[in-house]
């Protein structure tokens, strides 16, 4: 274990270094999908291997600062909410980010690894670049709204419902804001750059999935869907209408039934793409020569017909998958 002062306080944070310790917690126990989230929708649709890694394998992954920056960010402008909308200042949330980093990296000790050298020194300047980068997109919201004349209803809300189907969905949402007469508007912060009109699928399905929970957990569909982001200070704009949402609802019945197959069947298939560039597990996949660890849930057998049995009539199941 190494100790390093990298805190904007300069208080010690220690890191573990790469030889484990006899003490090390277990590996996390591998247990089916029970229910799905717009990311884990998203991980199944961009690469199906990808999915396995990360929900059935749980296999760790290195911290962003790209993503790190992302969470505080997020801590900063939920936690602006509590103070009176008069002091709902850009100077006092750019206030807030060193805060919100302590508070993260005493929850998360490892994310210390990011700003240290090869020689395992605190790198003092790429912080300090660090923070300013989040201070900058903090700011930069307030050119998009105005926080003084919001009062969100919800802020950092998780919701969950489960379909008719059996389908659980779950999800966070950053804030959710209600009119008088009841217009219920989900509001996400992005703290990169608007994507270009052919990139706009993905972010849009997240907003829709969220649309769908709030339907069903509400029985209001929600008025208005906006994304907030900050790295390029655009705010896009989407209003659901019942036929999609009803269209999501049927894509993530069907995302989930492939879902349930390949876990019963142990065939994760990589889907090789521009973003495995960006991949932590290109070791294990078989796209770059890798060979996945061993499949941690049983599969059962595949069922065979005796050989002097009597043939099954045409159009007979030969038999079949148990539900899920």
Known sequence: MVCVRLSVTGRRVCVMDTA????????PTAARPASLSPSRAADFMQCPLLYRFRVIDKLPEKPSAAATRGTVVHSVLE????APAAERTAPRAKGLVPGEWERLLGSKPELAELFLREDGSQDADRLATWLADAERLVERWFTLEDPTRLEPAERELFVETVLDSGLKLRGIVDRVDVTPSGD???????????PAPRYRE???????FYALVMWRLKGRMPRRLQLVYLGSGDVLTYDPVEAEL???ERKLRALWEAISLATDTGDWRPRPTKLCGW????ALC????????????????PRTAPDDGPAAPAGEAQ????AV
Not at 79 to 82: G, I, K, M, P, Y
Not at 184 to 192: E, S
Not at 295 to 300: C, E, F, K
């Open 184 to 194: 219920v508007r989900i509001v996400d912060y992005k703290t990169g750059k608007a």
């Open 20 to 27: 484990p310790e006899p003490s090390a917690a277990p590996a």
């Open 246 to 248: 009803l269209a999501v």
């Open 202 to 208: 993905t972010p849009l399905f997240q907003m829709m």
């Open 79 to 82: 936690r602006l909410f509590d």
């Open 286 to 301: 078989p796209e770059f020569g890798g060979t996945p660890p061993p499949y941690p849930l049983p599969v059962p057998a």
């Open 279 to 282: 991949c932590d597990h290109q």
């Open 319 to 322: 038999g079949r998958m148990d």
